[in-house]
């Protein structure tokens, strides 16, 4: 397997006021295409701000971060998002859907902003595959949690990205719901999906192939 993800000595730093908050600090891992990693570590710890490195959201303070072989710590911002459009998927603790949107509608939406047009026929399929078929015109307040999750994942997965990033995927859903959420992560895993998961959950985190612990921005065990 090749690398997909690398980070080289990758620190960040924020201000708040006069103090310098070291978020993140001489961080160095990889992941290779089509591994689970999960990201474990107590609040604080810097969990989503690696996720948010990884992600092209925000370039670090100091160091390389490599993705797909593109360093993106040279990209332009405009650069940088069309990057994420093409390779990366988001999947939050929060759903994020557009209320007055429809399920369909919610996963269809990435395609509009990146202009993916022959993406759109995939929609109807990926939430069929996510066992929604009788909710594609549902709205959000006609779906459960898990539901309005599947959403999610199928908007994420929507521009045919080659890296699955979800940051506390679980955290909003009762134990069979987030059980659910991680059998369909280990699932798109085995047809190839690199996918990178913060999460609190010791027992969700142990259904990942390796799990990396975080502790005051530092990586601080991998097994």
Partial sequence: MTKIIELLNVGKNYRRGNEEI??????SLEARTGQFLAIVGPSGSGKTTLLQQIGCVDLPTS????IDGEDVTKLSDSQLTHF?????????????LLPTLTALENVKLPCVFT????????ADELLKHLGLG???HHRPSQLSGG?????????????????????????NLDSSSAHSIISIFRELNE?????????????LASMAQQILYLKDGRITKVE
Avoid: C, W, Y
């Fill in 134 to 136: 009788d909710r594609l």
């Fill in 191 to 203: 047809s190839g999906l690199t996918v990178l998961m913060v999460t609190h959950n010791m027992e």
């Fill in 63 to 66: 160091g390389r971060i490599l």
């Fill in 22 to 27: 070291h978020a993140l600090s001489d961080v």
């Fill in 147 to 171: 539901e309005m999750q599947r959403v999610a994942i199928a908007r994420a997965l929507v521009n045919q990205p080659r890296i699955l990033l979800a940051d506390e995927p679980t955290g």
């Fill in 84 to 96: 994420r459009s093409r390779t990366i998927g988001f999947v939050f603790q929060r759903f994020f």
């Fill in 115 to 122: 202009k993916h047009n022959a993406h759109q026929t995939k």
